[in-house]
């Protein structure tokens, strides 16, 4: 078993749909990542949570530690966010980082 | 600007010969980290640093070497390379807060192939 799930691993949208990606861990964690990945493109930190919730822009990020699970939304999604977005945990004894294998979201005009 | 820079971006090389990917930042960050991106396995990391003269192993570190001998410089060499480390290699740093690592930053990605 995988030590951080993703799902859905791929994801199709309309345009303006409110957008779901979810990440479970199973390790004791000091932090989690959210990272977005465009086709072909570099590699972008969008969150860093250790508790609670943050926002920006029409991405939202949420993280409840005793469930050992986050969540990252979109809304009112656009073309411009396809792209595969990555969970990634920090093990909290060694900073050593563990990656879900990625949500590929394509929204369609 | 702040950046991760990373080089080359492309190589292509045969079995057995050793080569050096470079990898700076510029940030002052004390965390510096490689990773290699497969399709079908997503990210995995190979070495990561936590500061000058301290690295250690990430998920797939055999037949890797790492240094860390000034802060804005990591390295990756692979003395003997082999076909199954053609992948596409990525460095990234960030600062290391009293709560976890914050955000990282990564390097545009090094393609290599080994034939």
């Known amino acids: 078993k995988n030590e951080v799930e993703q799902s859905p691993q791929n994801l199709t949208a309309q345009e303006g749909e409110f957008i779901t990606i979810n990440c479970s861990y199973s390790v004791g964690i000091s932090a989690l990542h959210w990272l977005q990945q465009h086709p072909g493109g570099g590699i972008v930190s969008l969150f860093m949570l250790s508790s609670g919730k943050k926002k920006h822009g029409r991405l939202i990020a949420t993280i409840n530690i005793q469930e050992k699970h986050s969540s990252l939304h979109i809304t009112a999604s656009h073309p411009r966010d396809s792209a595969v977005y990555i969970c990634?945990?920090?093990?909290?004894?060694?900073?050593?980082?563990?990656f879900g294998t990625g949500t590929l979201l394509a929204v369609q005009p | 600007e702040a950046q991760v820079t990373q080089n080359p971006r492309y190589l292509i090389t045969v079995t057995g010969k050793k080569l050096t990917v470079t990898c700076s930042q510029n940030?002052?960050?004390?965390?510096m980290s490689w990773y290699r991106q497969d399709p079908g396995l997503g990210l995995r990391q190979i070495y990561y640093?936590?500061?000058?003269?301290?690295?250690d192993k990430g998920d797939v570190p055999e037949g890797y070497k790492v240094s860390r001998k000034e802060k804005r410089n990591f390295p990756l060499i692979l003395e003997s390379p082999s076909p199954n480390q053609t992948s596409l290699y990525f460095c990234?740093?960030?600062?290391?807060?009293?709560?976890?690592?914050?955000?990282?930053?990564f390097g545009p990605g090094t393609r290599l192939t080994v034939l």
């Open positions: 940030m002052n960050h004390e965390y």
């Open positions: 640093s936590m500061n000058v003269e301290v690295t």
């Open positions: 990634a945990v920090v093990m909290k004894a060694t900073n050593k980082l563990i």
């Open positions: 990234a740093s960030s600062y290391q807060g009293l709560v976890g690592l914050h955000e990282q930053f």
